[in-house]
């Protein structure tokens, strides 16, 4: 018997499939078929979503639960200490990612980063169940996923383990699809995927999809889309690099950058993640709203702040060089998208370049 919640859900998810094909996001007919068909909130009972600028949790027993859960938003379905450390991504950015998968009947799929399971169940629709492995380094976000995918129907394999060394058990693939953020695509990925296979990995602020070749390497350029996942992390932890304390007074510099373009362009923001990878980020603003400090740091403790027309910097890397390079570089290139940069991948290097391979960006991680 269909019930009162199952109904509404339908309406929802055919809904989003048309608001998700306007906008340009879903435009294979058969991944369509498999947004309207496979339900979404079974796998978000309950999640997190910002209110007044707080968290509020959000569960079935709310009146905008269906309606939050087939919006086009990412959800954050776990917290560690008032920090997200897991979530549903978007839809639209879903079947974006999909789509630029280009699988075929017939192909083998390891996605890393299991997170909820939904992504596993579109592609066991797509592809059916047999065909899919997940891997999740969370135990019990594997768990609930695997129970989740279990109830709707879906029986890929679930991993619990660290995507980031694939899953060789299941191996050779014909596609890869990570649903977290990376710095550097992991060179046993190269391995583990069929020569021209396919990749498609969020890197820094984009989604990169990457075509492997029978030389040890891979190479490809980002989608256009706008992309933003959590980094990949250990369990039990955040993945966010750990603010290392303003260290004591440096000596300071003038800088010209205007902050409110480091803080608030999303494309320069995209182009500074490549060009300093593994940094955070944060900024400060007065009471009209304008960005009044920016600051960053970085996994091996360097860190940078930017006040009144001053920058001061300290730790192995100098990242408000980084920062100033890389608006350089966007300033001189006209503000280039996404899709005008791409990555070559070897089991020694990577290399971020723009419109060509013989083109590189120069990067200060090495």
Not at 3 to 11: D, F, G, K, W
Not at 18 to 36: H, I, M, N
Not at 216 to 223: K, P, V
Not at 227 to 240: K, P, Q, V
Request: with cysteine; charged share 20%; net charge negative.
């Amino acid at each position: 018997m269909t019930t009162h919640t199952e109904e509404r859900a339908a309406e929802l998810r055919a809904a989003l499939a048309d608001t998700l094909e306007a906008g340009g996001q879903l435009t294979d007919p058969t991944w369509r078929e498999v947004f309207e068909t496979v339900p979404r909130h079974p796998f978000v009972p309950e999640f997190w979503t910002l209110s007044d600028g707080g968290q509020r949790p959000v569960s079935a027993a709310c009146p905008d639960w269906l309606d939050l859960v087939y919006a086009d938003d990412a959800l954050a379905t776990q917290m560690t200490d008032g920090v997200a450390t897991s979530s549903s991504t978007a839809p639209g950015l879903m079947a974006a990612m999909l789509q630029a998968l280009d699988v075929a009947d017939g192909n083998r799929v390891l996605e890393v980063a299991t997170g909820t399971g939904y992504n596993a169940a579109l592609l066991s629709k797509r592809l059916g169940s047999d065909q899919v492995v997940t891997v999740e380094v969370d135990p019990e976000l594997a768990r609930l996923a695997k129970s989740r995918l279990g109830r709707a129907g879906f029986t890929p394999i679930v991993v619990t383990g660290d995507g980031r060394d694939g899953y060789p058990a299941g191996a050779p693939y014909d596609r890869l699809i990570a649903t977290c953020g990376f710095s550097r695509i992991p060179a046993v990925w190269l391995e583990q995927v069929r020569s021209a296979g396919m990749i498609v990995c969020p890197l820094g602020w984009g989604t990169v999809c990457l075509v492997v070749s029978d030389h040890g390497r891979a190479e490809g350029h980002f989608l256009p889309s706008r992309s933003y996942f959590m980094t990949a992390r250990e369990a039990g932890t955040t993945g966010t690099p750990a603010h290392p304390g303003r260290p004591r007074p440096t000596s300071g510099r003038l800088t010209g950058l205007d902050l409110a373009t480091v803080a608030e362009d999303d494309e320069f923001r995209f182009v500074l993640s490549l060009v300093a990878p593994e940094t955070a980020f944060a900024s400060e603003r007065d009471a009209n709203g304008h960005v009044t400090a920016v600051e960053l740091w970085a996994v091996d403790g360097s860190w940078a702040r930017s006040e009144d027309g001053t920058v001061r910097q300290a730790g192995p890397r100098l990242l408000w060089d980084a920062v100033e390079a890389a608006h350089e570089l966007y300033a001189e290139k006209g503000r280039p998208g996404r899709e005008r940069f791409g990555v070559t991948v070897t089991a020694k290097a990577q290399r971020i370049w723009l419109d060509a391979p013989s083109c590189p960006v120069p990067c200060v991680w090495s």
